[in-house]
């Protein structure tokens, strides 16, 4: 995490003040108050100093998480898993067809929601086939770019 990296907390804890170190400790563990201190900072930095001067330094600290996600492959079943929860829901995942050898395995697989099958993946693991069916469903939800990384 930036904020760890830029050892924010650690800078927190050395202007405190008044603040109890046992609380200053544990409120400097917390992800969130790291990220909103980061926020914060960041916030602080552009209003004061405008953004070209502060340009290198964010894009610097950011640019490992930039690449990553600029490389890493999208994760059907997850981001399938975060737009249901945010509504209550789960989605369940079967096997409906395994065929062929055991050396060139096909496995299909679907995806349900409240019931419904959502999408259908095939692959030669279960794990491609639920991630195919995961990327299906999303597009039947209507979540952009599902199809592009199908």
């Known amino acids: 995490m930036v904020a760890r990296e830029l050892e924010l907390g650690k800078k927190l804890i050395d202007r ?24 914060a900072a960041i916030a602080a930095l552009y209003l004061e100093h405008g953004f070209e001067p502060i340009e290198h330094a964010i894009v610097a600290a ?4 930039i690449e990553e996600a600029r490389t890493t492959t999208i ?10 929860a945010r509504s209550g829901r ?14 060139e395995r096909l496995f299909v697989c679907a995806a349900t929601v409240d019931g419904e099958e959502l999408g259908r993946g095939a692959g030669r693991s279960k ?3 639920e991630q195919e069916a995961a990327g299906r469903a999303l597009e039947a939800l209507g979540v952009a770019d599902a199809a592009d990384a199908s």
């Open 16 to 39: 405190a003040g008044d603040v109890p170190a046992e609380e200053l400790q544990r409120i400097v563990k917390s992800r969130n108050v790291l990220a909103a201190l980061l926020e």
């Open 75 to 84: 994760d059907h079943k997850t981001e399938l898993q975060e737009v249901l």
């Open 62 to 65: 950011f640019a490992p998480r």
């Open 127 to 129: 794990k491609d086939a």
């Open 90 to 103: 789960q989605v369940s995942y079967a096997v409906v067809i395994v065929e062929g050898p055991p050396h």
